[in-house]
């Protein structure tokens, strides 16, 4: 009887987050889960904005958001290179899309109040990748700064 209960509490059945498909979707996920841990911080600002947005952009409940920030944070680790999460994005959405996506980026980049190095390194990167312009991306930086100043302030 003491055997058995001791095994109830070895057996190590948990719940694994499944590693999902590298769609578009999971993509841009995956790709703000990496801009919020460029600089080396992964904050509670920006896993709610995380999931903020991928509401907003999928049509999802908050449970079902923070189910789908797991499974981007995981295809972010399975994925190392920047570059390859970019291409499935780039390929797969219209220039509106992109344009929406980088706002995005920026919006978890920018929710603890601190524009680092590194992240505005990753972020030139995935603006390259996915084509658009210097001074497109410029505007949508300074428009990200200055919303989050009015958001913040």
């Known amino acids: 009887m003491f055997d058995a209960l001791l095994n109830l509490f070895k057996q ?20 703000m889960v ?21 509401a907003e952009r999928n049509d999802l409940n908050a ?40 706002r995005a980026l920026w919006t978890v980049v920018l ?6 190095e590194d992240e505005d390194e990753l972020m030139h990167q995935v603006e390259n990748i996915l084509g658009l312009s210097p001074g497109l991306a410029k505007r949508l930086h300074d428009e990200a700064v200055a919303h989050s100043r009015t958001f913040r302030g």
């Open 34 to 54: 990496r801009a919020a841990k460029a600089d080396k911080a992964y904050l509670f600002e920006e896993v709610e904005q995380i999931d903020r947005v991928l």
């Open 63 to 102: 449970v079902d958001a923070a189910k789908m920030r797991a499974a981007c944070e995981k295809l972010e680790e399975a994925m190392p290179n920047t570059a390859q999460l970019a291409e499935i994005v780039r390929n797969a959405i219209s220039a509106a899309e992109k344009e929406a996506t980088v």
């Open 12 to 31: 190590t059945d948990t719940y694994e987050t499944p590693l999902p498909e590298a769609d578009a979707r999971h993509a841009v996920g995956a790709l």
């Open 111 to 116: 929710v603890d109040g601190v524009e680092h």
